[in-house]
């Protein structure tokens, strides 16, 4: 038998490379590193681009001025550059040119004055009421110190102390006095409430559109026109009233009346009436206590009227909580059932319930179910206030602090994942770390926040104003 001995092997190894293998090599190296820097660039312009690229939509960047807003609702832009303003058209053509007109004339909050199409400017001491499609003057006063709209037709001119109305000829329908303020209806043709102050006390008169008399002055402390050729009147009490508290209230009683002077509610113990579209009158008494004349007696502390749609007044019992009655006063929802009924202007309602809200039909069909925080609400200036749901193809819901938009099919429209969410122009704008997108009423998202949008300056006709990286950019919404 052969015997074998076991020799120890060397581990295999590859023969060392070739000087033409280790270019080879060197040349890969240096190309992976050159793809990836390649590709951290292309990452770099497409973040690049998305924040000063064109936006969607975009027509033109005005980096040139130093403020811009819709003049009115002409379509055209007001623009300021150096101190002069002018009025531009999107497509460059300017309606007024820079320092054709020294100021602008401002309202009481310092913002430039419009009414519709219209504005008013100032160029050596005349007045100018111009139009901003066009850029024609079709009215200037001369001899005024102020001139405010009271309609585009009509004028509020203040000379001195003395104050009066005049047409766009510059004719007077209302007699210059020592009026405090105007107020115009476009009730029925028209009426203009005029007031005034005497013996420290404010008394209102009544004028149709020609400047005649309907209400003298000293029979009323306060008229508000309502449409069919009636108005709710207040005067004064002579004896001041106390709640159930024992605290003074309101000394002014107020009673609706006709053309004729005749009362269709006669002063009692009301001192609010709001009359509905539907001939509804909501009256509050001296009590502070609300109700419906003739429906629904006054022991609510807050009524809420739902709209043409269902004619439903929801009413706040103090004790007994939210009841919803019909326009007959038939209860259709019971007190206390929910904890807040709110009127979404389209058929639908919000209700509350265990802290929750949802949302139902007029027929109290479940559309959304109670999972909300917030519903039917945006927010505005620190505060929500209700928008009309009925103008909008959703309604915007807030959970745990985050808002979005559902749909009335239930379907979820914009994600809840913004900060609030606000409408503009018939558009949804969402806010999100301290920039914002905008959505369509469908849920199509026009412009996303890794644009960097920064500050919406107002949408109109489907054309928004943004500022984005420190100049104005036009968008028109609408374009595919």
Sequence with gaps: MKHTKNIPRKPLTPPPPSLKEKVFTKQMGIIAAVALVVLIAIGIGLVFLLRIGPLPGQIETFGQYHAMMHAGTSGNF?????????????????????????????????????????????????????????????????????????????????????????????????????????????????????????????????????????????????????????????????????????????????????????????????????????????????????????????????????????????????????????????????????????????????LRSEGLWGVVTAQFEEVLPAQFDLIGVHYVGGGFINISAGEHAGIIVSRGRLYGVMGFDGNEIIPIRYEFIEVDGGYFVAHLDGYFAIYDQSGTQIISTSHRVQVNHGIMHGVGIFFRNGEYVVVDLSSE
Excluded at 159 to 169: F, K, L, P, Y
Excluded at 293 to 304: K, L, N, Q, S
Excluded at 321 to 335: A, E, F, K, Q
Aim: no cysteine.
């Design 78 to 350: 007001l623009v300021l550059r150096n101190e002069e303003w002018a009025v531009r058209t999107a497509d460059g053509e300017f309606i007024v040119p820079f320092g054709q007109y020294h100021a602008l004339a401002l309202d009481s909050w310092q913002n430039p004055l419009f009414l519709d199409n219209y504005f008013a400017a100032i160029s050596n001491d005349i007045i100018y009421i111009i139009d901003a499609k066009t850029g024609d003057v079709v009215a200037q006063f001369s001899e005024y110190d102020e001139i405010f709209f009271l309609t585009s037709e009509m004028f509020i001119a203040v000379s001195g102390s003395q104050i009066g109305v005049v047409n766009r000829d510059g004719e007077s329908i209302i007699s210059a006095g020592d009026f405090s303020d105007f107020a115009f209806f476009d009730h029925d043709n028209g009426w203009i409430v005029a007031s005034r102050t005497r013996n420290d006390a404010v008394q209102i008169a009544l004028f149709d559109l020609n400047g005649e008399t309907i209400i003298p002055f000293g029979r009323y402390s306060w008229i508000r026109p309502f449409g069919n050729e009636l108005f709710v009147v207040s005067a004064r009490n002579r004896t001041d009233s106390v709640n159930s508290m024992g605290i003074e209230v309101s000394n002014h009683l107020s009673a609706v009346v006709d053309l004729d002077g005749n009362y269709i509610i006669e002063f009692s113990d009301y001192f609010t009436i709001w009359n509905t579209d539907a001939d509804i009158y909501i009256v509050q008494t001296v009590y502070e206590l609300w109700g419906v004349h003739g429906i629904i007696e006054p022991v609510y502390e807050e009524i809420r009227w739902t709209g043409n749609e269902t004619n439903m007044l929801a009413a706040l019992h103090r004790t007994q909580g939210w009841v919803l009655y019909n326009s007959l006063g038939n209860i259709l929802l019971p007190h206390g059932q929910y904890e807040d009924i709110q009127y979404l202007n389209n058929g639908h309602f919000a």
